[in-house]
């Protein structure tokens, strides 16, 4: 092509003929000089230029078209780069204003011009319209940028949504507190962290003394009011330290976690516990012991390093409940 459009440029008997070629070509043929000067153009260029005819571009520059500066520069920086480096930028996107106004893309070839002794002499450039391409491209990565943004918001939604649902697992649906996942979760936790620290805590089991018979008396519905407000009161008392942890553990029975504490810790905790419920003076009317609300708490002191497992410890802190309530019940016992 380069030696088609040097002959064009120096044969005079073919001129018309090769003008009449270009200027059937469906794509913009031009050339410069060294200093980005138009030397010529094919028809298709002169129209996308807003002039009737190429010979109306020849001695203009870039900054004479009706293109910006901005663009202009560009264009002429184009220009320069392959003149200096004598190497020609094939498959170029850019973004032109015609004349009338209309924003095209295009795709541009440049490739150094030499004269008849082979040194660079300027510049020939060719251009064809790609717009509709390009903009079919940039609506696809939108489309797409969209897609990715919907993905992310709703990857973000389902996982705040999963985090809701294991909350909701791990809370007991009447009270609102832990329940008894949450608390086996817990408790595997801390033991684990007191083993490693060779520290202990202490764990309680708390009982609403003569439940069955409230429920039995006045309903299920006060009976499901009761458990809201003793699971309240024991979490109000508990709330004074953030690793202290209060949970659900089945039907009237709730478990508390203390991480490091030790006796003296648990049984000043658990005294609290029992002045709280009996503050709130909940009438029993068919309590034996009490006309009110009272509850019953089983307290093992737990060293992991010593103890053969944790279900073990489970299990003396159950006994020392059932101990509480064999001893009278609203009152506090430790295990053995």
């Known amino acids: 092509m380069n030696d088609c459009l040097n002959f064009l440029i120096s044969s005079d008997n073919k001129e018309d003929t090769l003008y009449r070629v270009l200027n059937t070509l469906p794509q913009a043929i031009f050339w410069k000089d060294k200093n980005s000067i138009y030397l010529g153009c094919n028809l298709y260029f002169a129209k996308v230029a807003g002039v009737s005819s190429p010979r109306d571009i020849v001695g203009k520059t870039d900054y004479d078209m009706p293109w910006n500066k901005e663009q202009a520069d560009l264009f002429i920086e184009f220009d320069q780069r392959v003149i200096k480096n004598d190497q020609a930028e094939l498959h170029i996107i850019e973004s032109l204003i015609k004349a009338n106004g209309e924003h ?8 150094p011009l030499y004269d008849d002794s082979g040194n660079v002499s300027g510049v020939i450039g060719t251009f064809i319209e790609v ?33 809701a649902l294991e909350k909701l697992a791990l809370l007991d649906e009447l009270t609102q507190i832990p329940n008894r996942r949450a608390f086996r979760e817990y408790f595997d936790k801390i033991w684990h962290s007191h083993y490693k620290d060779k520290s ?11 439940f069955k018979r409230f429920n039995d008396a006045v309903g299920h519905v006060l009976g499901d009011e009761v458990l809201v407000k003793v699971a309240r009161h024991l979490d109000t ?22 991480p490091n504490t030790d006796v003296k810790g648990a049984q000043h905790v658990a005294d609290a516990l029992l002045k709280s419920v009996a503050k709130e003076c909940i009438q029993h009317p068919d309590s034996p012991i009490n006309p009110y609300i009272t509850v019953s708490i089983g307290i093992s002191v737990i060293d992991p390093v010593e103890s053969k497992n944790d279900d073990n410890s489970l299990d003396k802190v159950d006994k020392a409940l059932y101990q509480a309530k064999k001893n009278g019940r609203n009152r506090y016992q430790l295990s053995e």
Request: no cysteine; proline share 0%; hydrophobic share 45%.
């Open 237 to 258: 008392v508990l709330s004074n330290k953030r690793t202290d942890f209060v949970a659900r553990f089945g039907g009237e029975e709730f478990a508390v976690l203390l």
């Open 104 to 111: 095209v893309w295009l795709e541009t070839n440049k490739l």
């Open 200 to 210: 202990v805590f202490s764990l309680m089991l708390i009982d609403i003394d003569y």
């Open 131 to 163: 717009t509709d391409r390009i903009n079919a491209k940039l609506e696809l990565e939108a489309l797409n940028k969209e897609l990715e943004q919907r993905v992310i918001q709703r990857t973000k939604e389902l996982k705040e949504a999963n985090i």
